[in-house]
């Protein structure tokens, strides 16, 4: 089974590729495959990114004043407060 790689796993590997890239010591195939794999990883560092972000748009301030997170699914994200 492996391992899920966290998001700052993800962007090393993704600035490796770019570096790589950038070099210009790749052929072409292994171009391919290092342009591949980075546009698949940005695609879900971006994913990443956006969950996070939408975690901090959830962080209100309830009756008493006091901060707290709603999670996505809650019922509350429904109601008007």
Do not use: H, I, N
Request: proline content about 1%; hydrophobic content about 35%; charged content about 50%.
């Amino acid at each position: 089974m492996s391992k899920k790689r966290t998001f700052e796993e993800d962007l090393a590997r993704l600035e490796d590729l770019v570096a790589r890239l950038e070099d210009g010591e790749l052929d072409l195939e292994e171009s391919l495959e290092a342009f591949e794999e980075g546009m698949k990883l940005a695609g879900e560092l971006t994913k990443a990114l956006d969950k996070a972000q939408e975690r901090v748009r959830k962080l209100v301030r309830g009756r008493q004043g006091e901060l707290g997170l709603r999670e996505f699914d809650s019922p509350d994200d429904e109601q008007d407060d």
